[in-house]
């Protein structure tokens, strides 16, 4: 299955905007098809890791916090930016501890995954962190307001996911695979 789908060829790119937190580029993209798109962009973020934090009874720890892009409050699970030349479990421990006060000796990769194919061009590198202990409190960054940590039952969080409570991504795909894994 897919053997047949082609990449496409970018003829040219420009950077049209960048920050130290995102970039912009425009392309001009050659189709399998021979059309042309002339102005394709993509956005460049820093990659990340996401946390699925459970305790021993079941729970996981998420979090709650405002999000502008989105104008709402928004449950999801603890992640965070990954450092130049930083492993991502390293982001992974520092950003759990850091926005929940809760920290982990069992830890298992679940892989990458994209934010969103079509546009931007970073991976969230998911994580299991098991059996999970408050070891300290919230060691929040300037930039991140306010975040309320709660804890539910992982089967509840499953529910959240499927009735688009929890509407980010990354954490109903990370929360659908511990389910699938084990709790």
């Not at 990449?7 to 920050?19: A, I």
């Not at 001009?28 to 021979?34: H, K, S, Y």
């Not at 009735?163 to 954490?171: L, M, Q, Y």
């Amino acid at each position: 299955m897919g053997d047949d789908i082609k990449p496409w060829k970018t003829k040219s790119s420009v950077q049209v905007f960048h920050s130290p937190f995102v970039s912009v580029n425009s392309s001009t993209v050659e189709l399998p098809n021979g059309s042309v798109i002339d102005d394709f962009y993509t956005v460049t973020i820093q990659n990340a890791a996401l946390i699925v934090a459970t305790t021993s009874d079941e729970q996981i720890i998420l979090t709650k916090e405002y999000r502008y892009a989105c104008k709402e409050v928004v449950t999801e699970c603890p992640a965070g930016m990954i450092e130049e030349n930083e492993d991502p479990i390293v982001t992974a421990k520092r950003e759990l501890l850091e926005e929940t006060g809760y920290g982990s000796e069992d830890w298992t990769y679940l892989g990458p995954t994209f934010e969103s194919t079509s546009k931007l061009t970073n991976t969230m590198h998911l994580f299991w962190a098991k059996d999970c202990v408050r070891i300290g409190g919230q060691s929040l960054e300037e930039s991140e307001g306010n975040i309320e940590v709660i804890r539910i039952p992982v089967d509840q969080a499953i529910d959240l996911v499927m009735d688009g409570t929890i509407k980010p991504n990354s954490s109903a795909h990370a929360i659908l695979k511990v389910a699938r894994l084990g709790k």
